[in-house]
């Protein structure tokens, strides 16, 4: 079956050490999304590719950084995790051309920063 | 700017009671409209969609009705069962090269036997 795929499901760091996590999708989709969930709170938008395009939001911290290599895979990359970075991060993919532009989520990676 | 409001929660309910969630929105052009739902330790997963008005989503005896004229979207089931216990959040994008979803907060539904 077409789905995203998170890796890892959990990602323990500690603090201020590098960390990556990974998304890859087989739905050939062309734009591809990171969000950061909160406890309790709705997912936030850190940035977007769209095609080999980079779009940041405006209030996404400069420690978060972002890799598209090819259409299938993105990565995201805390250089220097600190405890309030400590949430759920949801990949997530859409085809631009889709008529209702629905966005298909991947199951997260849920990072720890001790 | 796009926002959504949805009812505050949380919402605790009896197997098989009806449920509604209300959903209403803001949006400077013609949005399309989603509700996610996400299970304990998950994503999101997408329960139903509507592009115009007047639409009917409906995916897994899930129901929500575009109005335009109210800006709304509802969310309604007529009988809720344990298993629909979650976190659901209506969303809104526009069309555009670089959209974005606009979420509500999100509202937690328990169900109890």
């Known amino acids: 079956d077409a789905m995203v795929i998170q890796n890892p499901r959990y990602q323990v760091t500690q603090f201020g050490k590098p960390v990556t996590l990974s998304c890859s999708q087989t739905l050939n989709h062309n734009v591809m999304y990171w969000y950061q969930q909160k406890s309790s709170q709705a997912p936030k938008l850190l940035f977007h590719y769209y095609d080999k395009d980079f779009n940041n939001e405006a209030d996404t911290p400069d420690n978060f950084q972002s890799r598209r290599p090819n259409t299938s895979f993105c990565f995201l990359d805390i250089r220097s995790p600190g405890l309030g970075d400590a949430a759920m991060y949801l990949c997530a993919t859409k085809l631009q051309t889709s008529a209702y532009n629905e966005q298909f989520f991947g199951p997260g990676t849920r990072l720890t920063v001790l | 700017g796009d926002s959504v409001t949805q009812m505050e929660g949380p919402v605790t309910l009896s197997e098989e009671a009806f449920l509604t969630i209300n959903c209403t929105y803001t949006?400077?052009?013609?949005?399309?409209l989603f509700w996610y739902v996400q299970y304990p330790g998950e994503g999101l997963q997408l329960l139903l969609k509507?592009?115009?008005?007047?639409d009917k989503g409906s995916n897994k005896g899930f129901e929500a009705t575009y109005r335009k004229e109210t800006t709304s979207f509802h969310l309604e089931k007529g009988s809720v069962q344990v298993s629909d216990s979650a976190v659901y959040f209506c969303?809104?994008?526009?069309?555009?090269?670089?959209?974005?979803?606009?979420f509500g907060k999100g509202i937690t539904l328990s169900v109890r036997p």
């Open positions: 509507a592009t115009k008005a007047d």
């Open positions: 949006a400077t052009g013609y949005p399309s």
């Open positions: 969303a809104l994008s526009l069309t555009g090269a670089n959209s974005k979803l606009t």
